[in-house]
């Protein structure tokens, strides 16, 4: 196995057009947008500090890891803090050497959040396990409309609101593709006091992602994996999201309601709006994401195993940064884990 480090503004159409067949021929979990060349090429248009890992085998191109290299020759994922997802893509698991990806790409240490199990070897001892909640749609909406009935009260109540929303403010409208700019500014207004409000980092602070956002929502060429979509009861605005659909995953990413309207459940009223239109378009599924929201356990099917934590070359930062994964684990199961997650995701805005 050989890794080449380059920028990746250097990535050439024959090599972009490599990485999207072994999405095709590689394991379904690749399939998901931020896996995309779209994704990363718009990505590099906002951060300079956009590199590639190409990797090769027996001199045949083999795989690709893009992600970002820090101060202090620290890496980081693809899109930082907004990357629900991320590994290598490749046709089949290379199990790359984390030593010698560190080595290839000028790295002491690699921060990971959201890594697919399996990607580098090797086993990624003292990262700590987790998972993304997914919603199964490939079956047809009726047959899923029965499980969630039967798992949670949630799915019900959501349908009760839907009559009560209907009798009292106006018949829902759903707007699966939404290009309108004065919602799509309406989205980010909420989100913003959101944050706010629960005291949750700003993701939206650092200017890139704002640009990166603007750039996925813009994009209007065929097979662009942006879409906005909007919820409405006669002309009042309920709820929106903006999220990525590609290949069959529909990855919900950035929902927000108006709060005046909270007693409706704006925002399941959304979600179920958009399941119904996964499962009419045949999309195996929905990614929720990671976290443990209560409407994600109510919701979810099905899950994605992730793994989180640091790979070093050694020393004394590999001792701390796995005492710091080790502390991931314990705080997971603590009365206090809410609370320090919201510092956490502070911290991690400003990254």
């Not at 690749?30 to 718009?42: A, C, G, I, V, W």
């Not at 199964?136 to 009260?153: D, F, I, N």
């Not at 989100?191 to 750039?215: F, H, I, M, N």
């Not at 399941?268 to 378009?281: F, G, K, N, Q, Y």
Request: net charge positive.
């Amino acid at each position: 196995m050989k890794i080449h480090s380059l920028p990746a503004r250097e990535l050439t159409s024959p090599m972009l057009a490599a990485c999207e067949q072994w999405r095709t021929s590689g394991a379904r979990e690749l399939r998901n947008p931020f896996f995309s060349t779209r994704f990363l090429q718009e990505v590099a248009k906002t951060r300079t500090d956009t590199w590639i890992a190409w990797i090769e085998l027996d001199g045949n191109p083999a795989g690709l890891l893009a992600y970002h290299r820090r101060a202090g020759r620290i890496g980081s994922p693809l899109a930082g803090h907004l990357s629900d997802y991320q590994g290598v893509v490749s046709a089949q698991p290379l199990g790359v050497p984390a030593g010698e990806l560190l080595r290839a790409c000028r790295l002491e240490l690699f921060d990971f959040d959201h890594l697919l199990p399996g990607h580098l070897q090797p086993a990624e001892t003292g990262l700590v396990e987790t998972s993304s909640s997914i919603i199964e749609t490939g079956a047809g909406y009726e047959p899923l409309a029965a499980t969630l009935a039967r798992q949670s009260t949630s799915w019900s109540k959501t349908q009760q609101n839907r009559r009560r929303v209907e009798k009292e403010l106006g018949v829902l409208r759903f707007e699966e593709e939404c290009r309108d700019t004065e919602v799509w500014r309406t989205l980010w207004r909420w989100k913003r006091a959101q944050y706010a409000a629960t005291g949750v980092g700003d993701v939206l602070q650092p200017s890139w992602t704002r640009e990166l956002l603007e750039r996925l929502f813009e994009d209007r060429a065929d097979g662009a994996p942006g879409i906005l979509s909007a919820l409405w009861a006669g002309d009042t605005l309920l709820a929106v999201h903006f999220g990525m659909r590609e290949r069959g995953v529909w990855h919900y990413w950035f929902p927000a309601y108006d709060p005046q309207w909270a007693r409706y459940g704006p925002g399941l009223l959304l979600l179920d709006e958009i399941t119904r239109a996964a499962a009419a378009h045949g999309i195996g599924y929905i990614d929720l994401g990671k976290g443990d929201a209560s409407y994600k356990r109510a919701w979810a099917t099905g899950a994605i195993p992730l793994l989180e934590g640091t790979i070093t070359r050694g020393g004394v930062v590999t001792a701390y940064r796995r005492g710091v994964a080790s502390l991931r684990g314990a705080v997971k199961n603590s009365p206090a884990g809410p609370l320090l997650r919201r510092w956490r995701d502070r911290f991690q805005a400003h990254s």
